[in-house]
Structure formats: C-alpha cells, structure tokens
C-alpha cells in the first residue's frame, strides 16, 4: 500500500531553516499538501498542490516535490513555527488519501 | 466564512454506534466533496471516509469499510455512521471540506471526539 514517511522531529534555532521530508513512491507524480497543526488545535493547510500557499501562510513557508521526496521548508523559523507537520497525498490506485507520519518540530 | 461544526460524539461501549454530524455553512455545500479523518490521542491523522458532491460516490479506509457510512444532505450536512465500535475507534474526528482537482482538504471542523470503552 501507499505509505508516506516523514521524520519525527526535526529541531531548528530560531531564524534557521527547517526543513522536513515527506517519502513516498514515486511521489514526485503525486499533488502533495501540507498541514500544521499546534496542540489542541484542527489542522490547517499551509501549502497545496506542492508548492502553492493558502492567503495568509506567510512566504517564507514554501514546497517542492521532486522524485520520492516532498519538502516543507519554513525560513526564519519563529517560535509560532512549532507545531506538528503532516504531509498528505491521493492514491489514485485505491482511491484513499494517504497522511505522513507527521512531524514535530521544535524551535529552540 | 467557511465554517464547519461537527457534533455527535461522546462516549459509547464496544460493539454500539454513534452517528456523527457536521453542519457546514458559508459555502455552496452541495458543490465540494467532503471527507472524514480522525486522530486518536497522540497519534497522527488518519483518513476515514470521504464522498462526492454528488453523493455518488463513497470511499473508506479499510479499517473502517463495513462499519461506518458517511452520507450527506442536500442542504449543509455531513454524517458519519459508526457502528461496531471497537476501541481503537478512539478518537476526534474532524470533518473538512475537499478540493479534489488536487486532493487536499482546505477547511477543517475543530473535531467532536469520540471514545469507546472496552
């Protein structure tokens, strides 16, 4: 089955760059999005089809998606940035959406 | 303003049902797909079930196929009909709004959590 991996945490200083992974097969074929979700609280999108980005997510919050592997980078990491990341994706074999792993990432 | 508001959740025993709900408003509702996902405490998002505009088409995950239906109106709701609760049933579950051109889910609920005792 479809399956996408992401690390569990990844730990970036503040005003750094974050980056953080998303795998998957031949996921570079795929529309990838991209959630943030903070304790307590719904999910909510912060990039779509790859690289585009909702009104209001900052530009400094961008996507790629190239091969087997997707991308979030978030430049100028800010304490607000910590939160868990999810990548998602649609496995058009089984009609199912299919979520990362989900990764945390600290600010610190 | 989208909005999407689910309710129905509570605690139930092992083997009993729950119908969940999720009411929608500030959008044409009878035009975008809808899908359910789930997160059991400290764990990730888990797709549950999804289905067309239309209606005429449902999707499940395999943990879940046979056991819950997800239906929709013709005005602003969405259901979820769990039955055969199991334990790992445990969860909130949100309800979200889908852009299918290119799969992903623009509007969250804030979830109506749902456990099941054992």
């Known amino acids: 089955s479809f399956e996408l991996t992401q690390p569990p945490s990844v730990s970036v200083s503040p005003g750094q760059t974050a980056r953080i992974t998303c795998s998957g097969d031949k996921l570079g074929d795929r529309n990838v999005c991209w959630y943030q979700q903070k304790a307590g609280q719904p999910p909510v999108l912060i990039i779509y089809q790859n690289t585009k980005r909702p009104s209001g997510i900052p530009e400094r919050v961008s996507g790629s998606n190239s091969g087997n592997t997707a991308t979030l980078t978030i430049s100028g990491a800010q304490a607000m940035d910590e939160a868990e990341y999810y990548c998602?994706?649609?496995?058009?074999?089984?009609?199912?959406?299919?979520f990362g792993t989900g990764t945390k990432v600290t600010v610190l | 303003e989208v909005q999407l508001v689910e309710s129905g959740g509570g605690f139930v025993q092992r083997g009993g049902s729950l119908r969940l709900s999720c009411a929608a408003s500030?959008?044409?509702?009878?035009?975008?797909?809808m899908t359910w996902v789930r997160q059991a405490p400290g764990k990730g998002l888990e797709w549950v079930a999804s289905?067309?505009?239309?209606?005429?088409?449902v999707s499940y995950a395999d943990s879940v196929r046979g056991r819950f239906t997800i239906s929709r109106d013709h005005k602003n709701s969405l259901y979820l009909q769990m039955n055969s609760l199991r334990a790992d049933d445990t969860a909130v579950y949100y309800c979200?709004?889908?852009?299918?051109?290119?799969?992903?889910?623009?509007?969250w609920g804030q979830g109506t959590l749902v456990t099941v005792s054992s």
């Open positions: 979200a709004r889908v852009r299918a051109v290119a799969s992903y889910f623009d509007y």
């Open positions: 289905i067309t505009d239309g209606a005429s088409v």
């Open positions: 500030g959008f044409s509702f009878s035009s975008y797909p």
């Open positions: 998602q994706a649609w496995d058009s074999s089984t009609t199912n959406y299919v």
